[in-house]
């Protein structure tokens, strides 16, 4: 079992800055691949970032590149999301994520995030 708990989100003007945490249970951090999600009202879960193991790939949503970096502390086992730049278009309930191929995937409870204009 994986338990993830993310933390960081809040309200922040267009053009600031926030960084999301993923604190995630036991050994997660080196055998899953780490990620984080998002879902706006009235939408679908998207895709955001992710960083896969080994070798610490990370994969990014074209609409958060250059702006959104995810990084993540193995001692810790921690997961973080930088957010610069942001725009009121990534307000959303943003969701961490673990996923390991033949066990599936684990979420946390969300944190929201809004961007004011």
């Known amino acids: 079992q994986v338990q993830l708990v993310e933390s960081g989100g809040g309200l922040v003007q267009a053009g600031g800055s926030l960084r999301l945490s993923c604190a995630a249970s036991?050994?997660?951090?080196?055998?899953?691949?780490m990620g984080w999600y998002r879902q706006a009202p009235g939408k679908e879960r998207e895709f955001v970032t992710r960083i896969s193991w080994p070798g610490g790939t990370t994969y990014y949503a074209d609409s958060v590149k250059g702006r959104f970096t995810i990084s993540g502390d193995n001692a810790k086992n921690t997961v973080y999301l930088q957010m610069n730049s942001l725009k009121p278009e990534d307000t959303a309930i943003y969701y961490c994520?673990?996923?390991?191929?033949?066990?599936?995937?684990?979420w946390g409870q969300g944190t929201q995030v809004t961007v004011s204009s």
């Open positions: 036991g050994r997660t951090f080196s055998t899953y691949n």
């Open positions: 994520n673990a996923n390991k191929r033949f066990v599936g995937d684990y």
